[in-house]
């Protein structure tokens, strides 16, 4: 009866393996992408209608008035009801710009951060009352978006926001997301 060398069970072994290596390393293993899950009485709407490829939570829009337009700007403004009024745009200040400019405003006096990172700031101001204003420098994957909140109407009346609305509005923007390519046929 044939009996193999343990030399000859090493190498087999071996080769085994070195194939299995090779195998798992070239095999691409593509990230699994999931949305994240809504926050309470949030809705996530796409923005492709107004001509921005991305998705943004932002608070349910039923039964209560909304707006989703492209302004002359370029800017794509969001507002649902008075408490939630933001602009997007694919250009903007860099964060260290934008707070000199919040710091150096003579009328609407800077008087503190409440959030203050990287990307995003939540920063409260006075004029005549307390007011609430957020920037945001959102970066998903090579595209930035940058967003903050609108103050004036088209009607020209000016809404001033509380910390919670900013706060929300704040969080909204992080949602943002490019919505996938269409399949090409």
């Known amino acids: 009866m044939f009996k193999p060398a343990k030399s000859m069970y090493k190498s087999f072994f071996l080769s085994a393996l070195v194939c299995a290596t090779i195998t798992f390393s070239s095999c691409k293993h593509k990230e699994e992408v999931t949305e994240a899950e809504l926050a309470p009485g949030m809705i996530r709407m796409s923005l492709g209608s107004v001509g921005m490829n991305v998705t943004i939570d932002i608070p349910d829009t039923e039964k209560k008035a909304h707006i989703i337009e492209t302004l002359p700007s370029g800017d794509i403004h969001v507002s649902v009801e008075k408490g939630f009024n933001i602009l997007i745009n694919v250009s903007g200040m860099d964060m260290n710009r934008k707070k000199k400019d919040i710091t150096g405003n003579d009328v609407d006096k800077f008087q503190n951060w409440i959030v203050q990172d990287s990307g995003a700031i939540l920063y409260k101001t006075q004029m005549v009352n307390d007011e609430f204003h957020f920037y945001a420098i959102v970066k998903k994957g090579d595209k930035t978006y940058y967003v903050q909140e609108q103050?004036?109407?088209?009607?020209?009346?000016?809404?001033?926001?509380?910390?919670?609305?900013?706060?929300?509005?704040?969080?909204?923007?992080?949602?943002i997301t490019p919505a996938a390519s269409p399949a090409k046929s």
């Open 151 to 175: 103050t004036q109407g088209s009607d020209g009346n000016v809404t001033n926001y509380t910390q919670d609305q900013a706060q929300m509005m704040l969080n909204s923007a992080k949602t």
